[in-house]
């Protein structure tokens, strides 16, 4: 929150398939893309699987002017990252925005391996 999330996040996730420590960075403002790219006409992703892996919910009827799918009602947005030992891809998921007035909220849903279909 507030100035922890200053200049940037700072955590890390363990590679699934070889248990290598990995560390990502979210620097506000700059880092990932809109959510709704992922859902949106159901090319990446549907928003069923989302909602059923418990990636994102569906966003409240008064804040639908930040997506159908958001984390903690937040602006919503996502990035790819690999393990650097074996390049398994993952997918990070997070809310980032102000949640009232002078409180801002980094929120990460959370950090998935993904495969690319064929």
């Given amino acids: 929150m507030n100035d922890e999330i200053i200049p940037s996040a700072v955590t890390k996730f363990i590679c ?3 248990s290598h420590q990995n560390t990502i ?3 506000p403002y700059q880092s990932g893309f809109p959510i709704l790219q992922l859902y949106q006409d159901e090319q990446v992703l549907s928003k069923n699987e989302l ?3 418990a990636m994102l919910t569906e966003t409240s009827p008064g804040m639908q002017h930040l997506g159908a799918l958001t984390v903690n009602q937040l602006p919503t947005l996502y990035f790819g990252t690999s393990c650097k030992t074996c390049y398994s891809k993952y997918l990070c ?3 980032y925005g102000e949640k009232q007035p002078g ?3 980094l929120n990460i849903s959370g950090i998935w391996k993904y495969e690319e279909s064929k």
């Fill in 25 to 27: 960075e979210i620097i």
């Fill in 51 to 53: 909602l059923k892996n």
């Fill in 103 to 105: 409180l801002t909220v």
């Fill in 16 to 18: 699934c398939d070889c």
């Fill in 93 to 95: 998921i997070f809310g």
